[in-house]
């Protein structure tokens, strides 16, 4: 009897020992990393931490360090989550990356507005814009690995976004970013980061703003591939164009924030026109019970064909980075959906997509 429980208590540690994790089975390939949010940040989440230290080699911070949060006002700086953040970042050591410096969503008004309400002038822009990535990236010089520096200044057509900071400053804004970023720690990989890249005109717009970087001086270390992606949008063969086409620039790509939205009503114009002639499909909710086990094999096969891609191209990607731990912190559950997007669940246990996607690194 006390020989048996031995075997078995010795089976049971030897799994545990060899349980396969991601950054193990793509440690040759690129680095595996996950976003993490507050809780996880301030240690309130035991359980998704000890699957981020488990599992995950890179950390990204779901919201910490943009602008509204590190910056709220004018003479405020507020570090005490990202300074935890990069504590724990260190102490597992992983590699830190910085989200995001120079973006439309997520910044006060106050950045582009003066006293009278309205708009400031380019050189008021442009010092406070030097203040902000001075002091953030200056912070963390040399602990931050990268730094997303401009997110999503790209619009579907390929033009540069009528955003606030192209407004005022000029097409120059993004430049001028990515020189400021580099004097506040000339050691920090700087990146651009952008989601849809993988349709074709926006790809181009983008390629021509990287190439235009390339021009005027600027290293940009690589692109971002955001990877918010659906069941059927953008196709395995999207994906490898667009990494390819940017490693021709000489530039890596990072995929940034991936995860796959499985909620029928959330497919857009992707072919789900068909599913959504069912009325209980257009609900949000639709999956609140749970996602059938037809589904789950769905999106494991979904992201087999994108982590094929991925390693495969491993030469050019340098990381792949999932947008939250468990489905229970994705943002993708916003406006009442119920979701499904990434390797683990609610409970933060691997789902069939996990088990999927090792076998693509168990070459
Ligand atoms: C999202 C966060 O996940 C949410 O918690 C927040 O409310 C809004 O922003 N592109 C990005 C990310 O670059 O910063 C966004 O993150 C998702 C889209």
């Not at 720690?185 to 190439?211: C, M, Q, T, W």
């Not at 119920?338 to 088990?355: H, I, M, S, T």
């Amino acid at each position: 009897m006390l020989a048996v429980l031995v075997a078995l208590l010795m089976a049971t540690r030897g799994a545990a020992q060899t349980q396969p994790s991601l950054k193990e089975v793509f440690k040759k390939d690129f680095l595996v990393g996950a976003a993490l949010n507050y809780p996880q940040i301030l240690g309130l989440d035991g359980r998704g931490d000890s699957l981020v230290r488990q599992q995950f080699n890179a950390i990204t911070p779901e919201n910490c360090l943009k602008w509204e949060s590190v910056h709220p006002r004018p003479e405020t700086y507020s570090f005490e989550v990202p300074d935890k953040y990069v504590a724990f970042g260190e102490k597992n050591g992983m590699a830190i990356i910085g989200h995001t410096l120079v973006w439309h969503h997520q910044t006060p008004r106050w950045v582009f507005d003066s006293a009278n309400g309205k708009p400031v002038d380019r050189e008021i822009l442009l010092r406070r814009m030097h203040d902000h990535i001075a002091t953030v990236v200056g912070r963390y010089k040399g602990r931050i690995k990268g730094w997303d520096v401009v997110n999503e200044a790209v619009d579907e057509d390929g033009s540069l976004r009528q955003s606030p900071w192209l407004k005022i400053i000029g097409e120059d804004f993004i430049v001028k970013a990515f020189q400021f970023a580099h004097e506040a720690d000339p050691n920090a990989e700087l990146y651009y980061n952008d989601y849809s890249l993988e349709n074709a005109p926006k790809r181009k717009g983008a390629l021509a703003l990287v190439k235009k970087l390339q021009e005027s001086g600027v290293h940009v270390a690589a692109v971002g591939l955001q990877g918010h992606y659906k069941l059927v949008w953008p196709s395995p063969a999207q994906v490898e164009t667009t990494i390819t086409a940017f490693a021709a620039l000489g530039v890596k790509v990072v995929v940034t924030e991936l995860d796959i939205d499985v909620v029928p009503a959330s497919q857009g114009n992707e072919g789900a026109d068909l599913l959504l002639n069912n009325k209980d499909m257009r609900r949000a909710d639709f999956y609140a019970a749970g996602l059938p086990d037809s589904m789950q094999q769905v999106l494991a096969r979904r992201y087999t064909g994108l982590f094929a891609v991925f390693v495969r191209n491993a030469e050019a990607v340098d990381r792949v980075t999932f947008w939250g731990v468990g489905d229970g912190n994705s943002w993708l559950n916003s406006g009442g959906r119920v979701n499904y997007p990434l390797l683990f669940d609610r409970k933060y246990q691997p789902k069939p997509a996990f088990d999927a996607v090792l076998k693509t690194g168990m070459k």
